[in-house]
C-alpha cells in the first residue's frame, strides 16, 4: 500500500491541474505521476526521464533501451517500474525472464546491474566494452538515462507507489532481487 495518497484529479490546482489535463488528454496518467502532482517541482524534475528516454532510445534503439531500463529497475529492486519495462518487452514479443541478447544489449545489462549495485565499481572491462558500441557523447547520455531510472525507481519504492491497475496481471513477472541481502 502507499505511504501518500493518490490525489483525485478534482483536488489538483494550478500548474498541477494544467499538467494532469495534458496527460489526461494524452491518456499518459500512471499513479507515479498522480502522486508526483502533489508537488509540481518534483513532477517537473521527473518528467525529464522522457528526454532522457528519447536520446536513450536514439542512441541504442527501443528493444535495447528497454533491455537497459528493465536492467536497471530490477536490480535496484522496484516493482512498478519493472513491471513497466516487463510489460514494454512483451509488447515488443520478449518475455523477460527469458531475453535473448545481443552483445551491446547484454553489455547494457550488465551495466545498468553494475550502476545499480555500485556505481563506484563499474568495471573498467565492462566500459571498455561499451566503447566498442558508443561514443563518449552517447555514453553519457547512457549514464545519464540510469541515473534518471534509479531516481524513478527511488521515488516509488520509498513511497510504495501502487501498481497500475493495466501491471497487476503481470506482477508473478516480477522477481525480486536478492543481492542485497548481505549487505551491512
Avoid at 16 to 27: F, H, Q, R
Avoid at 154 to 180: A, C, G, I, M, Y
Amino acid at each position: 500500500m502507499a505511504r501518500v495518497n493518490l490525489l483525485q484529479p478534482n483536488e489538483l490546482t494550478g500548474k498541477a491541474k494544467e499538467a494532469y489535463e495534458a496527460l489526461a488528454s494524452k491518456n499518459k496518467v500512471t499513479n507515479m505521476k498522480l502522486v508526483m502532482l502533489q508537488d509540481y517541482g518534483t513532477y517537473l524534475a521527473f518528467m525529464g526521464w522522457y528526454g532522457s528516454w528519447e536520446s536513450l532510445v536514439n542512441i541504442v534503439g527501443l528493444k535495447a533501451a528497454t533491455i537497459y531500463a528493465h536492467s536497471v529497475s530490477t536490480t535496484n529492486g522496484c516493482l512498478l517500474c519493472s513491471l513497466f519495462f516487463i510489460s514494454d518487452l512483451k509488447e515488443l514479443g520478449l518475455d523477460a525472464d527469458n531475453l535473448v541478447l545481443e552483445e551491446n544489449e547484454q553489455i547494457l545489462a550488465d551495466l545498468g546491474k553494475q550502476i545499480v549495485k555500485d556505481p563506484t565499481a563499474v568495471s573498467d572491462e565492462l566500459f571498455e566494452s561499451l566503447r566498442k558500441f558508443y561514443n563518449d557523447q552517447e555514453i553519457v547520455a547512457i549514464v545519464g538515462f540510469a541515473a534518471q531510472m534509479q531516481a524513478t525507481n527511488n521515488f516509488n519504492s520509498v513511497l510504495r507507489v501502487d501498481v497500475d491497475e493495466r501491471l497487476l496481471p503481470l506482477k508473478e513477472k516480477f522477481h525480486p532481487v536478492t543481492w542485497r541481502e548481505n549487505i551491512q
